[in-house]
């Protein structure tokens, strides 16, 4: 394998270039996932659909596409061109958000969120595997959390065109005008980006002509001998539980407890949004500086244990609480905290495995992360909510949130005893790729 520079092939301005366009895809991806949400309460009224339907269309219907053909995806950009992958799955993906605004049921409705699905599943596995040939490990978390700030800026500019779209535009035209800007997104990336030689960020460039990559099967069983990546998966997965249950439940909730008028809640949610970058930054950051600085890799998984614990009495209050005046200001202090999981988690899996398994190895996470986390927790709230209707009618939402959000004290004992093994298992990684070198 031959020695060669990142710098010298792609300059330090290039590579923050590329990763500002794979920022910006992230950003469309989530633009377009997270638009249901604030539109549920006008579909719900229009369509005639129940809380577990609203669940089913936020949650199991679109992660069980996404999670599990991200895997083949992430198999094809290991073996093919991965900026095209990227690119390929952008224009589905836009075209399918597009089409949402022309159902006319809860079954078209449901075909066309699969379809929104179908395409996401190809824009992460291929953007990691690229920022992690772009970044070398010791900046790898931060550049991966600067790359996840599309899930703060997407949702919140989501939230803001929602709300002012349910009201001026209507649901319908308000997810064509979100769905076509993306296709825009996808030309760019083909136009610019170029594609780097896999293993360039460790100076192990691998050449066309050598071993075919390992089988889906084969990163499967790798990962899972790492004990601490299954502490990983388990943690990111019932963090998300959480996380896109209340991401989904959210405008809901204000609307129906708190009678916020829709643009108004739009607003707000798109501010919180917005307030998450920080955290979503610091995670990644975090991890990286304390690590550098104590020489102990363990700190990437305690920063994500001790944030998501600091979380869970905001987010209880936040739904408890009858007064808007903590209401708002503790869903900040969630948005802030919620993000910090997402660099450290991604940097660590891409530091357990070998070259040519990375975009797999991010699907793998995803997997997890999705069927858990995005699969099951917006359904399990539309669960909860209507068999609570009953008793607490209208407020049934808000207790269903509160149950929801009790995974999060599952996910933090996962971070800390993914913790234990972190150095053992990236030590034998390493030493695997230096016996290759």
Known sequence: MSNISTSALFPPRYRNYALGVLFLGYVVNFIDRSILAILLEPIKHDLSLSDSELGLLGGLAFALFYATLGIPIAALADRWSRVKVLAISMIIWSAMTALCGMASNFITLLIARIGVGVGEAGASPPSHSLI?????????????????????????????????????LGWRTTFFLVGIPGILVA??????????????????????????????????????????????????????????????????????????????????????????????FAGGYLGDKISDRTG???????????????????????????????????????????GMYLGPSFAMTQGLVTLRMRAVASAILLFMLNIIGMGLGPYFVGIASDLLAPNFAIHSLRYALCMAVLANLWAASHYFLGARTLREDLGDTEALLKQSA
């Open 296 to 338: 102990d890799r363990r700190w990437y998984l305690w920063v994500c244990g001790i944030s998501t614990l600091i979380m869970v009495p905001f987010q209880l209050t936040a739904y408890l609480y009858d007064e808007l005046w903590a209401v708002i200001p503790s869903l900040f202090v969630v948005s802030i905290l919620g």
């Open 187 to 280: 030309f760019l990336i083909l136009a610019t980006l170029k594609e780097p030689p896999r293993g360039l960020s460790e100076k192990r460039e691998i050449k066309a002509d050598s071993t075919a990559p390992p089988t889906m099967k084969d990163v499967f069983k790798f990962l899972w001998t790492k004990k601490s990546f299954r502490h990983i998966g388990f943690a990111a997965g019932l963090h998300a539980f959480v996380g896109y249950g209340a991401g989904t439940w959210n405008a809901p909730f204000l609307i129906r407890s708190h009678e916020m008028p829709i643009t108004e809640v739009g607003s707000w949610l798109a501010i919180i949004s917005g307030i998450g970058a920080i955290g979503t």
């Open 132 to 168: 992690s040939d772009y970044f070398p490990i010791e900046s790898r978390a931060t550049a991966l959390s600067i790359y996840a700030l599309g899930i703060p800026f997407g949702s919140m500019v989501g939230n803001f065109v929602g709300g002012w779209g349910a009201e001026e």
